[in-house]
């Protein structure tokens, strides 16, 4: 158990929706990463929060935006679902820059 | 923007074979980090390296940073089938951004 939490384990929704994960970091970390995983293209870092600002910014599409909030928790927004953004969707916080991955999110888009 | 290339994509092994994957950024890491990450499972952070030249052991395993601090190993002695899984290595570049650049990881199966 690495401490971070992830909600909700599964989701399956349809083409067109909006969906939001939610992360909560390690008590003490004050990162947050947001990672997409799919089969064909590995772990594809998508933003980084830090105390509740935006820190970097990967490769996130502009359907998808995220925010960190006061008590450091993070919410992923996806909308306008498509097909493709079916994927595993891992939240990470840090310390001493190693990254401690959370269960993460399995979204299917039918 | 920087680019971390892992081969080989997949490897199968015996039981008791040795396993190696490699790593290469195309540019010049502050760190390189490696994680496991077991089939259903999420990365695990295993080790980071720092020191140009630095080769740090753990148990069966050995973890190499290059010289030129661009390419990194990760060796296996006598694979067990409970090394089962993907092996990602992941590059940090220096500066304020802290963003680690995930190669695509290399995925072992260990026949028993």
């Known amino acids: 158990d690495s401490g971070v939490t992830q909600t909700p384990k599964h989701l399956i929704t349809a083409t067109g929706q909006r969906v939001t994960l939610r992360c909560s970091p390690r008590?003490?970390?004050?990162?947050v990463y947001w990672y997409q995983q799919s089969l064909d293209q590995g772990l594809q870092f998508l933003i980084q929060y830090y105390n509740g600002e935006e820190r970097a910014k990967g490769n996130i599409l502009e359907r998808f935006s995220a925010q960190q909030f006061p008590d450091l928790h993070s919410e992923l927004n996806l909308s306008s679902l498509e097909l493709g953004d079916s994927a595993l969707y891992f939240c990470?916080?840090?310390?001493?820059?190693?990254?401690?991955f959370g269960p993460g999110t399995r979204l299917t888009v039918l | 923007g920087q680019q971390v290339m892992q081969i080989p994509q997949y490897q199968h092994v015996q039981e008791g074979e040795d396993f190696t994957t490699y790593c290469n950024s195309s540019t010049t890491l502050s760190n390189i980090q490696w994680y496991k990450q077991r089939p259903g499972g999420h990365p695990v952070f295993l080790i980071q390296l720092v020191k140009s030249g630095e080769v740090k052991k753990q148990k069966r395993l050995t973890f190499q940073f290059g010289e030129a601090k661009k390419n990194s190993s990760l060796h296996i002695t006598a694979t067990q089938t409970t090394d089962v899984g993907t092996y990602f290595c992941a590059g940090l570049r220096g500066g304020s951004n802290y963003k680690l650049t995930f190669g695509k990881g290399t995925l072992l199966t260990v026949n028993p």
């Open positions: 990470a916080s840090s310390a001493r820059d190693r990254q401690f």
């Open positions: 008590s003490g970390d004050l990162s």
